[in-house]
């Protein structure tokens, strides 16, 4: 009982205090696209200045040729026969579309979106588990984008996969209080082993500790009164096995198609 009123004092929104202005929302947007802007221009600029000023337009890595070939195959063939990974050349793909980029240029720019993209969603973890505070936030987005360089520079599946899991995990730090975090992070995991199956059973372990760590307050809360369905092990438990799931089907629906040469 203690439990559900405490989730649903969480998940209820707060009225606003007479008198608020009406743009308070706006004004909250405002700051979060604000600290996005701040916090991307901060990785990428580690990450693209000496390639902007210098003019190199290559990837940089061992296996940039991979993804470049993997990006020019698919495109010709067809997602399918990127059977094993089809996230990054899909992505390498949309990418390339909208910045009318080839190939190799794109692959060379993806590295660097996707560790700015891990550093925002571990900024996004930090904020959801420990509480509001930017500079926190701040501080974990350009570490975590600056000490993801060794993946950035050549191992996109590897890249794409932390930075789509570490997403997926701070969604699911907001299950407790919404089931949408459930949903969101499920999606976000499934998209995660879609990109790199394997690296994802590293993800899974983490979560599993997660889920085993709290299993003795589930317990407890339930013998209170509690749902077991509203606890943290219950919800992140469902959020990776759905994840893992709907990735599991992805990859089966490329599964009889032939492999990249």
């Known amino acids: 009982r203690r439990y559900r009123a405490s989730v649903a004092r969480a998940a209820t929104p ?4 007479p008198g608020a202005p009406a743009a308070a929302r706006g004004t909250g947007w405002a700051a979060a696209l604000g600290f996005v802007a701040a916090a991307s221009g901060v990785v990428l600029a580690m990450y693209l200045a000496h390639e902007l000023i210098e003019r190199f337009v290559f990837p940089v890595g061992p296996d940039g040729p991979v993804y470049t070939w993997w990006t020019r ?3 010709a ?10 996230g990054i050349p899909a992505a390498t793909l949309v990418l390339g579309t909208a910045l009318g980029t080839e190939p190799a240029q794109t692959v060379m720019l993806l590295g660097p979106l996707l560790a700015t993209a891990a550093g925002l ?9 420990l509480g ?3 500079v926190r936030a ?3 987005a350009v570490l975590t984008g600056a000490f993801a360089a060794y993946l950035a520079g050549g191992w996109l599946a590897n890249m794409g996969q932390a930075a789509l899991f570490l997403g997926g995990v701070a969604a699911l730090a907001a299950a407790p209080v919404s089931w949408r975090g459930v949903w969101a992070g499920s999606a976000l995991l499934a998209a995660a082993g879609i990109t790199h199956p394997l690296f994802h059973l590293v993800g899974l372990a983490v979560l599993a500790g997660a889920v ?11 013998r209170a009164g509690g749902r077991l369905a509203d606890s943290v092990a219950a919800r992140v438990g469902l959020g990776a096995l759905g994840g893992t799931a709907a990735a599991g089907l992805g990859l089966l629906a490329v599964a009889g198609a032939p492999a990249i040469p």
């Open 14 to 17: 707060r009225a606003a205090e």
């Open 73 to 75: 195959y698919a495109d």
């Open 77 to 86: 063939l067809g997602l399918d026969v990127a059977r094993g990974r089809p």
């Open 121 to 129: 969603a571990a900024a996004a973890l930090v904020e959801t588990a």
């Open 132 to 134: 509001p505070d930017r």
């Open 138 to 140: 701040f501080i974990a």
């Open 212 to 222: 085993l760590a709290s299993l003795p307050a589930a317990v407890r809360d339930h």
